[in-house]
């Protein structure tokens, strides 16, 4: 049975592989325009991307699993796939409103202003999509903690 930090490293690549897969390959431009939208086309938009997303997740990380035989838990692993799933989701719902500063933007819109990311939103047009990125990559990494133990 490989060890805890073997599951792990070999989980947050392949979690971290198919995020970059799902998230510009699998994902639509129709849901990648939308799901920052307000109201019930945006929620639909993120929920159908969100979907995708986690799909391409778990037949990766069966694969892996599979492949491997890394013995992983699959209730420990569904929880993984459902941190992944539900921090995507709240992340994407932020799609083209990062540069938002009122009591109306999404919580962790607000909350990167808060912390003083917004002069950089203002200054690097690209500063959004690497936010947006780092938090996704750093909820992966808890979620690659989750399924590895």
């Known amino acids: 049975m490989p060890s805890h930090a073997a599951r792990f490293a070999a989980v947050s690549a392949v979690l971290l592989a198919s995020h970059e897969v799902a998230d510009h390959a699998v994902q639509t431009n129709t849901d990648a325009i939308t799901k920052g939208r307000p109201g019930r086309e945006g929620r639909a938009a993120c929920g159908r991307h969100v979907a995708s997303y986690v799909a391409t997740q778990a037949a990766a990380l069966a694969l892996l699993d599979r492949t491997l035989n890394l013995g992983l ?3 420990r692993a569904a929880a993984a ?3 992944s799933a539900g921090t995507h989701y709240a992340i994407d719902r932020c799609a083209g409103h990062w540069a938002e500063t009122g009591p109306g933007a999404p919580l962790l819109v607000r909350a990167a ?6 002069g950089w939103f203002a200054a690097d047009p690209q500063a959004p999509y690497r936010y947006d990125q780092t938090l996704h ?3 992966l990494a808890a979620a690659s903690l989750i399924a590895a133990l």
């Open 113 to 118: 202003h808060a912390t003083g990311k917004g």
């Open 137 to 139: 990559k750093g909820c």
């Open 81 to 83: 796939l459902a941190v």
């Open 73 to 75: 838990n699959w209730r």
